[in-house]
């Protein structure tokens, strides 16, 4: 994620024939953003930048993307039309369809890209992983398999295969192929909660936390990122700090059930502890 737009720069509404492309495509980062902030963008002229609009909205959506903005990425996606979208853009889409948890139209469009890339390992590793964690394991195990058999010394390859094995109960093995991408995707939120998830589950709870709490740090608008720290926190007694990070991944899961009902546990434990100290402050102490 190189490149932070701020959200209002999302408004393709000022693009003019005056705009620097040379500038704008080629040269500085910041010369984009300075574009898209200061208005010399007027989208009622789109004749210069057509040509390069898969370019400038994948960078926008890019920025969005690392700022947790995932809709507004989104939707400046679909600006570029489909017969554009080069196949860089239409995987952000993907990633960002999956952030969102879309995962009936990550799982179209992967598919139509599928189709025009029939030889691509990595998108079919990208489809295992999909239909692994979106409720369908036994195609999800299928796929993967032929893709071990071609790139399973591959980290992403590694780590959707682990996932899968945890999804089935193999813990063990799940570990193994999670450590191997974990070595080589060290700063990979996604690979460090796949490992986290399998420490937790072996008892390793200590284990879990120090990775989950990488995660939440490489990543902080992954939602269920924060969701797993803030159940591990509580499995641990660490109330104070659940409620914190449990706030934190309900701005991003408004509508989560187990989120509002941890967050409901939580504040009735620290609450009871609270008058439990101010029960303790209130007792006379006993003097000789």
Not at 39 to 57: A, F, K, M
Not at 205 to 234: C, H, W
């Given at each position: 994620?190189?490149?932070?737009?701020?959200?209002?720069?999302?408004?393709?509404?000022?693009?003019?024939?005056?705009?620097?492309?040379?500038?704008?495509?080629?040269?500085?980062?910041?010369?984009?953003?300075?574009?898209?902030?200061?208005?010399?963008?007027?989208?009622?002229?789109?004749?210069?930048?057509?040509?390069?609009?898969?370019?400038?909205?994948?960078?926008?959506?890019?920025?969005?993307?690392?700022?947790?903005?995932?809709?507004?990425?989104?939707?400046?996606?679909?600006?570029?039309?489909?017969?554009?979208?080069s196949r860089e853009s239409a995987i952000?889409?993907?990633?960002?369809?999956?952030?969102?948890?879309?995962?009936?139209?990550?799982?179209?469009?992967?598919?139509?890209?599928?189709?025009?890339?029939?030889?691509?390992?990595?998108?079919?590793?990208?489809?295992?992983?999909?239909?692994?964690?979106?409720?369908?394991?036994?195609?999800?195990?299928?796929?993967?398999?032929?893709?071990?058999?071609?790139?399973?010394?591959?980290?992403?390859?590694?780590?959707?295969?682990?996932?899968?094995?945890?999804?089935?109960?193999?813990?063990?093995?799940?570990?193994?192929?999670?450590?191997?991408?974990?070595?080589?995707?060290?700063?990979?939120?996604?690979?460090?909660?796949?490992?986290?998830?399998?420490?937790?589950?072996?008892?390793?709870?200590?284990?879990?936390?120090?990775?989950?709490?990488?995660?939440?740090?490489?990543?902080?608008?992954?939602?269920?990122?924060?969701?797993?720290?803030?159940?591990?926190?509580?499995?641990?007694?660490?109330?104070?700090?659940?409620?914190?990070?449990?706030?934190?991944?309900?701005?991003?899961?408004?509508?989560?059930?187990?989120?509002?009902?941890?967050?409901?546990?939580?504040?009735?434990?620290?609450?009871?502890?609270?008058?439990?100290?101010?029960?303790?402050?209130?007792?006379?102490?006993?003097?000789?």
């Open positions: 994620m190189a490149l932070v737009v701020p959200a209002y720069a999302v408004d393709l509404q000022n693009i003019s024939p005056e705009t620097d492309l040379t500038a704008l495509l080629y040269q500085d980062e910041n010369y984009l953003i300075d574009t898209f902030e200061s208005g010399r963008l007027d989208s009622r002229n789109l004749t210069e930048i057509t040509p390069h609009l898969d370019y400038i909205c994948r960078n926008l959506a890019l920025g969005l993307s690392a700022r947790g903005e995932y809709e507004k990425a989104s939707e400046v996606l679909e600006l570029v039309p489909s017969e554009s979208l952000l889409r993907i990633f960002i369809l999956c952030r969102l948890s879309d995962y009936d139209s990550a799982i179209e469009y992967l598919n139509e890209l599928r189709v025009r890339y029939p030889d691509d390992v990595t998108l079919d590793n990208a489809m295992a992983y999909i239909l692994g964690i979106s409720g369908y394991p036994n195609e999800a195990k299928r796929i993967q398999k032929r893709v071990m058999k071609l790139a399973g010394d591959h980290a992403p390859s590694q780590d959707t295969w682990g996932v899968i094995l945890t999804f089935e109960g193999d813990l063990k093995q799940a570990e193994w192929y999670l450590k191997k991408a974990y070595d080589s995707l060290p700063d990979d939120a996604e690979v460090q909660i796949h490992l986290a998830r399998v420490y937790s589950e072996l008892g390793r709870k200590n284990d879990a936390q120090d990775l989950y709490q990488q995660a939440v740090s490489t990543d902080p608008f992954f939602g269920p990122g924060q969701k797993e720290y803030a159940r591990i926190l509580m499995d641990l007694g660490r109330y104070q700090e659940a409620a914190g990070v449990i706030r934190k991944a309900i701005r991003l899961m408004p509508e989560d059930p187990d989120l509002i009902e941890w967050e409901q546990e939580v504040d009735s434990i620290l609450l009871s502890w609270h008058v439990k100290q101010e029960e303790e402050a209130k007792r006379p102490h006993l003097t000789r």
